[in-house]
């Protein structure tokens, strides 16, 4: 997935009530994260931290691999 993609999926959900990511961890694991509040805030965070290609900015060995808006 890479970050054009994700703003599609974004912009596809009007009034989400719940973000569900999964980042991939330098270690290999993976970590679901999911979020009921502060919705906006963390959608506009995701944009400012991870690059192009959804590697973050201040850790590039972490990388967002999916999303979904509910």
Do not use: R
Request: a negative charge; hydrophobic letters at 45%.
């Amino acid at each position: 997935m890479t970050k054009q993609e994700l703003i599609k999926i974004i912009d596809g959900v009007e009034n989400p009530t719940l973000i569900v990511t999964v980042v991939l961890l330098p270690t290999g694991a993976k970590e679901v994260i999911v979020n009921h509040e502060f919705l906006k805030e963390k959608i506009d965070y995701i944009l400012k931290a991870y690059d192009d290609d959804l590697c973050l900015l201040t850790c590039p060995s972490i990388k967002l691999l999916g999303l979904i808006l509910l």
